[in-house]
């Protein structure tokens, strides 16, 4: 099964060139174009020259943290982050700075390329609002513009995705596995963890006070619902 966009640019950013090479023969292998950086600077560099639409993170001797941080301070395009056995407890962290995805190495190529092509897609399977607006949050759906009281709110691709799927189905209380298989795709349905970080991002970036949060409401034992606030 090839990539659904056979034209992508994907941007590798490893350190170790047997990573590289590796990432290389298995994207070109499937159709895409493939931009490599040895580091996180000339990864920055490369964002600009070749507008990727897609990164993968491999770095063993730069925190992946900082740079996610730095990536996300430039572009919101969609970020896989590889990280070692031992290393698979940072998961929340990678997340939290604003990667997409993390796998663990070493990885599956199938499972790989399954999860670049959930992430190329970038169309939810639903009907898609065209604007929201209710208690101060305003979303613009088509622009991708998120709003809270008068100022612009930025997410990232996968937290945009996961609020457009909740407002779609506002009311509606949507189980964990699918959530999780809307959003990252059939092989994620287990990834509870995935969901509570972005759940918890958004909440932060939206809520005005997130930890009593007014349009994310927790279903105990089921999943989420997104609510607007009642008017008077």
């Avoid at 060139?17 to 590796?22: E, M, Q, S």
């Avoid at 031992?86 to 599956?108: H, T, W, Y």
Wanted: net charge positive; aromatic share 6%.
């Amino acid at each position: 099964m090839r990539l659904s966009t056979t034209s992508a640019t994907i941007l590798v950013v490893a350190d170790d060139p047997r990573a590289r090479r590796t990432l290389w023969t298995t994207l070109s292998s499937e159709g895409c174009s493939v931009v490599e950086a040895k580091s996180g600077g000339e990864a920055l560099v490369r964002l600009g020259n070749d507008r990727p639409d897609l990164i993968l993170v491999d770095l063993m001797a730069e925190p992946p943290d900082l740079m996610c941080r730095e990536i996300r301070g430039l572009t919101d395009v969609p970020m896989i982050v590889f990280l070692l056995p031992r290393s698979e407890q940072n998961k929340a962290v990678i997340l939290d700075a604003g990667a997409d995805d993390c796998m663990v190495s070493p990885f599956s190529v199938k499972e790989l390329l399954a999860r670049v092509r959930a992430l190329l897609r970038r169309v939810v399977q639903t009907e898609n609002p065209e604007t929201f607006e209710s208690g101060g949050l305003k979303i613009d759906f088509e622009r991708r513009i998120v709003s809270v009281r008068g100022a612009r709110v930025r997410l990232t691709p996968k937290e945009f995705e996961l609020l457009r799927f909740l407002v779609a189905n506002k009311g509606k209380p949507l189980r964990h596995r699918s959530l999780l298989q809307a959003i990252w795709g059939p092989n994620c349905c287990e990834e509870r963890q995935y969901l509570r970080v972005f759940i918890s991002q958004l909440r932060k970036k939206i809520e005005p006070d997130p930890s009593r949060p007014l349009f994310i409401c927790t279903d105990p034992w089921v999943g989420y619902r997104f609510e607007p606030p009642l008017t008077h």
